[in-house]
C-alpha cells in the first residue's frame, strides 16, 4: 500500500513558479504510474499531468503543456511538479495519486488507487 504526501504548495503570483513533490511511503513506488490532479473551487477534479512507472513517458492537459514539467526519481520514491509561469487560473489543490497500470499512462480518476491529502496553490494576478 502506498501513502502519498504532497509539499510545496504556496502562494505565488502571476508568471511566478512552484514545485511541488509527492512523497511515496510504500515498497513498490517503482511500480506505479503516478499523476497529477486538480480541483479549483466549485470545479471537478481534473487531470493535469501523468508519468509511467519508468519515467520514460509523460502526458500533459492542454492547459499546462509547456508550463508544467512533471518527474520522477525512484530512488527516492518521490514524484515532481515544476510549475512555470503560473496564471490565476492554476489556483487549485493539487493532488499526486498512484496507478497500477504497467507501463502505461493514466488519465481518470478511476485508473488511479492510492491519492494524497493535497497541497493548495494559489497564484495571484
Known amino acids: 500500500q502506498e501513502q502519498l504526501v504532497e509539499s510545496g504548495g504556496g502562494l505565488v503570483q502571476a508568471g511566478g513558479s512552484l514545485r511541488l513533490s509527492c512523497a511515496a511511503s510504500?515498497?513498490?513506488?517503482?511500480?506505479?504510474?503516478m499523476g497529477w490532479f486538480r480541483q479549483a473551487p466549485g470545479k471537478e477534479r481534473d487531470f493535469v499531468t501523468a508519468i509511467n512507472r519508468s519515467g520514460g513517458s509523460t502526458n500533459y492537459a492542454s492547459s499546462v503543456k509547456g508550463r508544467f514539467t512533471i518527474s520522477r526519481d525512484n530512488a527516492k520514491n518521490t514524484v515532481y511538479l515544476q510549475m512555470n509561469s503560473l496564471k490565476p487560473e492554476d489556483t487549485a489543490v493539487y493532488y499526486c495519486a498512484a496507478a497500477n497500470i504497467g507501463y502505461g499512462l493514466g488519465y481518470r480518476e478511476d485508473e488511479y488507487r492510492y491519492w494524497g491529502q493535497g497541497t493548495q496553490v494559489t497564484v495571484s494576478s
Open positions: 510504500g515498497r513498490t513506488f517503482s511500480s506505479y504510474a
